[in-house]
């Protein structure tokens, strides 16, 4: 499985992976999907949001137990980083068929659809939309760089954008979803272990900052006459830096836009955009909040305006208590298998509101990710699935 999906949307300079929603690449790994399921006589089918449905046994059947994660990517990103979830998952189906193990209940694998909001800007498209927490008028006009509006991409890739929304009686018929996930961080390499199990997800959120000063001439304009909105910018991102170690939490200015963008012109506006996280909801809108202040405030001096817009956020998620100590006891016990809160947004994290929710993380042995280099071991991704069957095993065939 590896072999075919390797190539696709590979950036053949960085090796880094370009696979963002409706675009070729990505149905490239949506071919793949579809093959994968037909080469196991799954059950294929799309659902109203564009996410990949294999079921094996009756989908109407109820308290189905679902398994499965992303082939999207971010710019630039890694090899394992979603695709190991859904490789896993197919994986884990072939181990168990291989150990004869007879589901009791539905079994299905699920390529949720842009996980990563690359695109499009909003995280977890796929699974919002199904869970009623995107609404279709909203997802219909987000624009990627070029001005494409979702809408106008799914259409493209064959998909109807009249049809994205809520899904809640696919939701009902799920008993159980375990996402497997690469780990996005050191803690199980720290630990010694190859697979943990997830135990919560941080609160998380992206914010627009619109710093907007004046254009003039670089070589004309007196230091004391300008109001250029990089140096706000560039003050911000480092308060940001600060505030967040003194938080114990994370923030990052990963992505600016600056107008008009030329080498001899003071910018007239420079945009940033803030990721943030945090253990808990009142510390991240607390170190939310001071970056803001810090920006206004330098803002000020610099005779810059500053505005924020918060354009997505997601609240903290702990993971259904009993099905996560139900997969701890079902890899060994709380003795054998770690569980581990993580910083990284993921699909399970938006259906554990609708459904019993759960995660199995794998090694990461520097804990890179969204990054080229992102990596896993062979060992560690055979002993994921190894895992993931056993889960398998216990919530759906016993
Ligand atoms: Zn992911």
Same mark, same amino acid.
């Given at each position: 499985?590896?072999?075919?999906?390797?190539?696709v949307?590979?950036d053949?300079?960085?090796g880094g992976?370009?696979?963002y929603?409706?675009?070729p690449a990505d149905?490239?790994?949506?071919a793949?999907f579809r093959d994968q *399921?037909?080469a196991?006589?799954?059950?294929?089918?799309?659902d109203?949001n564009g996410?990949?449905?294999?079921w094996? $046994?009756?989908?109407?059947a109820g308290d189905a137990?679902?398994t499965?994660?992303?082939?999207?990517?971010v710019?630039?990103g890694?090899?394992?980083?979603?695709?190991?979830?859904? %490789?896993?998952?197919?994986a *884990?189906?072939d181990?168990l068929?291989?150990r004869?193990?007879?589901?009791?209940?539905?079994?299905?694998?699920?390529?949720f659809?842009?996980?990563?909001g690359a695109?499009f800007g909003?995280?977890?498209?796929?699974?919002r939309?199904?869970?009623g927490?995107l609404?279709p008028?909203?997802a219909r006009?987000?624009r990627?760089a070029?001005g494409?509006?979702?809408?106008?991409?799914?259409?493209?890739?064959?998909q109807?954008p009249?049809? %994205?929304?809520a899904?809640p009686?696919r939701?009902?018929r799920i008993?159980a979803?375990?996402e497997?996930?690469v780990e996005?961080?050191?803690?199980?390499d720290?630990?010694?272990?190859?697979?943990?199990?997830?135990?919560?997800i941080?609160?998380h959120?992206?914010w627009?900052?619109?710093? *907007?000063?004046?254009?003039n001439?670089?070589?004309t304009t007196?230091?004391?006459?300008?109001?250029?909105?990089?140096?706000?910018?560039?003050?911000t991102?480092?308060?940001a830096?600060? !505030?967040?170690?003194l938080?114990?939490?994370l923030a990052t200015f990963? !992505?600016v836009a600056?107008?008009?963008? $030329?080498?001899?012109?003071i910018a007239s506006?420079v945009?940033?955009?803030?990721?943030?996280?945090?253990?808990?909801?009142?510390?991240?809108?607390d170190?939310?909040?001071? %970056?803001?202040q810090?920006?206004?405030?330098?803002?000020?001096r610099?005779g810059?305006?500053?505005?924020?817009v918060r354009?997505s956020f997601?609240p903290?998620v702990?993971f259904?208590?009993d099905?996560?100590?139900?997969?701890?006891a079902?890899?060994?016990?709380?003795?054998?298998?770690?569980?581990?809160?993580? $910083?990284?947004?993921h699909d399970?994290g938006?259906?554990a509101a609708?459904?019993?929710?759960a995660m199995?993380?794998?090694?990461?042995?520097t804990?890179?990710s969204h990054?080229?280099?992102?990596?896993?071991a062979?060992d560690d991704?055979?002993?994921?699935?190894?895992a993931?069957?056993?889960?398998l095993?216990?919530l759906a065939?016993?």
């Amino acid at each position: 499985m590896w072999r075919d999906l390797l190539p696709v949307g590979r950036d053949s300079g960085t090796g880094g992976y370009r696979r963002y929603a409706w675009t070729p690449a990505d149905a490239d790994c949506r071919a793949w999907f579809r093959d994968q *399921a037909a080469a196991r006589a799954l059950t294929y089918e799309v659902d109203r949001n564009g996410n990949q449905w294999a079921w094996l $046994g009756d989908p109407a059947a109820g308290d189905a137990v679902v398994t499965g994660s992303h082939l999207d990517s971010v710019p630039d990103g890694g090899a394992f980083d979603g695709p190991l979830g859904v %490789i896993s998952s197919f994986a *884990a189906l072939d181990e168990l068929r291989a150990r004869g193990a007879t589901p009791t209940r539905p079994l299905a694998i699920v390529n949720f659809t842009d996980e990563e909001g690359a695109r499009f800007g909003v995280a977890c498209a796929g699974s919002r939309l199904t869970a009623g927490r995107l609404t279709p008028e909203h997802a219909r006009q987000l624009r990627d760089a070029d001005g494409v509006t979702l809408a106008a991409a799914m259409e493209k890739a064959g998909q109807d954008p009249e049809a %994205i929304g809520a899904d809640p009686e696919r939701l009902a018929r799920i008993g159980a979803f375990v996402e497997l996930h690469v780990e996005q961080g050191r803690a199980l390499d720290l630990s010694g272990d190859a697979v943990g199990v997830a135990s919560a997800i941080w609160p998380h959120g992206r914010w627009r900052f619109d710093f *907007a000063g004046e254009a003039n001439h670089a070589g004309t304009t007196r230091l004391d006459d300008r109001r250029d909105p990089m140096l706000t910018y560039a003050n911000t991102v480092l308060a940001a830096r600060k !505030k967040a170690r003194l938080a114990g939490a994370l923030a990052t200015f990963g !992505k600016v836009a600056v107008e008009p963008n $030329g080498v001899n012109a003071i910018a007239s506006l420079v945009r940033g955009w803030l990721d943030s996280r945090a253990a808990d909801e009142a510390t991240l809108a607390d170190l939310v909040a001071a %970056i803001e202040q810090a920006a206004t405030e330098r803002g000020a001096r610099d005779g810059v305006a500053v505005t924020v817009v918060r354009e997505s956020f997601t609240p903290v998620v702990e993971f259904a208590h009993d099905l996560r100590d139900r997969l701890t006891a079902l890899l060994g016990g709380a003795a054998t298998v770690p569980v581990l809160p993580t $910083g990284a947004g993921h699909d399970a994290g938006i259906l554990a509101a609708a459904v019993p929710t759960a995660m199995l993380f794998v090694r990461n042995p520097t804990g890179v990710s969204h990054s080229p280099a992102e990596s896993a071991a062979e060992d560690d991704c055979v002993a994921g699935v190894t895992a993931l069957a056993d889960v398998l095993e216990g919530l759906a065939c016993s």
